[in-house]
T-cell receptor
Framework: SQTIHQWPATLVQPVGSPLSLECTVEGTSNPNLYWYRQAAGRGLQLLFYSVGIGQISSEVPQNLSASRPQDRQFILSSKKLLLSDSGFYLC????????????FGEGSRLTVL | QKEVEQNSGPLSVPEGAIASLNCTYSDRGSQSFFWYRQYSGKSPELIMFIYSNGDKEDGRFTAQLNKASQYVSLLIRDSQPSDSATYLCAWGNMLTFGGGTRLMVKP
């Protein structure tokens, strides 16, 4: 069966510090991968998606970046965090060709102080 | 710009009643629609998807799609306290999510 893991689950970071969130998928090959952010009490905002290794599309210009160094690994990074980066970050995977049926990781809750 | 509108709620229903959740969208060309359930502090999980006009039933859940009127709805029959969660509608190939409707089912 397929599983998806994110870490860390919770982190508190000062403004201006770097960020690295990691997501891995097991039990499937060549998935589409997504990073979403959810502000408190709000819906999901698509940040990045990837259809393959090294292929990253950005939906919202900001100080975040994403990388996909391996088929089932997706990393979200920032060099300098802003207060507005606080939120619940969700990684999700999707089978190639199965549009919209996303399977989410447990999420990473980021608080920037 | 693609948009999805949902009433944020909370929608409060008594246990055993039918909960009706609605969502309107802006792009007439969209073909696929999804309902996700999100418990507080947890990640969303897919509960229903619908591609064609009309109704689709799965257990206590029924999704309804009306492309002419650009709305999609989710009915939950015999609502249970365990159904209390935020329900997110989503549509399109690169999913656009609504803000979610918080449902509270009171015993």
């Amino acid at each position: 069966s397929q599983t998806i893991h994110q870490w860390p689950a919770t982190l508190v970071q000062p403004v201006g510090s770097p960020l690295s969130l990691e997501c891995t998928v097991e039990g499937t090959s060549n998935p589409n991968l997504y990073w979403y952010r959810q502000a408190a009490g709000r819906g999901l905002q698509l940040l990045f998606y990837s259809v393959g290794i090294g292929q990253i599309s950005s939906e919202v210009p900001q100080n975040l970046s994403a990388s996909r160094p391996q088929d089932r690994q997706f990393i979200l990074s920032s060099k300098k965090l802003l207060l507005s980066d606080s939120g619940f970050y969700l990684c999700a995977w999707e089978r190639q060709g199965a549009t919209g049926e996303l399977f989410f990781g447990e999420g990473s809750r980021l608080t920037v102080l | 710009q693609k948009e999805v509108e949902q009433n944020s709620g909370p929608l409060s229903v008594p246990e055993g009643a039918i909960a009706s959740l609605n969502c309107t969208y802006s792009d007439r060309g969209s073909q696929s629609f999804f309902w996700y359930r999100q418990y507080s502090g947890k990640s969303p999980e897919l509960i229903m998807f619908i591609y064609s006009n009309g109704d689709k039933e799965d257990g206590r859940f029924t999704a309804q799609l009306n492309k002419a009127s650009q709305y999609v709805s989710l009915l939950i029959r015999d609502s249970q306290p365990s159904d209390s969660a935020t329900y997110l509608c989503a549509w399109g190939n690169m999913l656009t999510f609504g803000g979610g409707t918080r449902l509270m089912v009171k015993p």
